[in-house]
């Protein structure tokens, strides 16, 4: 019955245009909190903010209000299949072609529904599929951005490389994701030369496409950084060094607790597929404290830090719990790390002009929370309404 009535109400507010959203506490994604404000949408953009005074189309007082939230690394087809282990679709999976599609749409599905209005999927074919879906709004979830596949050691030599990301932007990446170092399971020495990477960095540039790049450790960041390119994932051993040279090349910088801490929670549902093996699990118990570290070093050197999940099967609609991560063992400000995964990881993702910020001109993308995530952090876990481009998907008060 409550869905019928929210797709009714929906339908409703989408004839009845301009819609009225009053707020009595909103953060801004900015770093700004305002009192008493109403949001003028229409066409599926804020066309004004004013005191609030009109009678409100939908009423958010007594929640907080910020834009809807960006998650820049998941793994949308990432899911744990009938038997409770993990699949990725593909070859040697168990599901079909089918359920893994159905997989991946109730993954972003639950993410919408946690308040993350953006995501950035990083290595799957699918995603293409998926994104041109969501941008159709024939499917439910977030704006998503994909690389489709990614870049690694064995793509080739610098000529293969090149040739492959022009492929890649051939068929419709919106960025490039580049494997420069092992994973943390197998100890994340760096993988890739040089000449590769700036392969295929250059070759991004190139293209007008960005390139993050998976980077444990301090050469195979370095090298990154050097190669002109835009972002770096994980980092969990990375130097002072290193940390300063991201910061002065702008690099984003976009350090995980929540897959480490899924992994760990679910670690019956990986061990003994692939390296998810009894050591590589201990290595990622022993980068738990590291990541911390590092984050505050990189706070320290005032790298722009950016927030992504790196989501694998069981973290997504879990997504938030990274700002708890963050705030309660990182030692990040709760301001400082909101507006990662608002409008600096607006600005990674070259989408600073469309959200990420609650402004005139602006996507219509809101989340809005019981309670105060600025007191207390825990409350991005209660998610009451959800609002994408001027579409209601939640409303639960």
Known sequence: MFGKLLLLFTATLAAAQPVVVRTSTLIDGKGHVLKNKELIIDGGKIIRIADAKQKPTIDLTGLTVMPGWIDTHIHATWYFNKEGRYEAGGRGSKSTPQQAALYAAANLYATLMGGFTTVQSVGAELDGDLRDRIAADTLAGPRLLTSLRAVNENTGDPAAIRA????????????VKIFATASIRDGGKMTMTAEQLNAACGEAKLQGLRSIV????????????????TAIEHGTFLDDATLELMAQHGVYFDPNFLVLHNYLDNKAKFLGIGNYTEEGFAAMEKGLPLVAEVLKRARKHQVKVVLGTDGVAGAHGRNAEEFIYRVQDGGDRAMDALTSGMSLAAESLGM???????????????????????????????????MKGGKVYRYAR
């Open 164 to 175: 492959y990301v022009q492929k890649m932007k051939a068929d419709g990446a919106d960025l």
């Open 352 to 386: 600073g002009g469309q959200i990420g910020s609650i402004a005139e001109g602006m996507q219509a993308d809101l989340v809005a929370v019981s309670g105060d995530p600025l007191a207390n952090i825990t409350a991005v876990r209660h998610v009451a309404f959800v």
């Open 214 to 229: 998976h980077a444990h450790s301090s050469d195979g960041a370095r090298a990154s950084v050097m190669a002109g390119c």
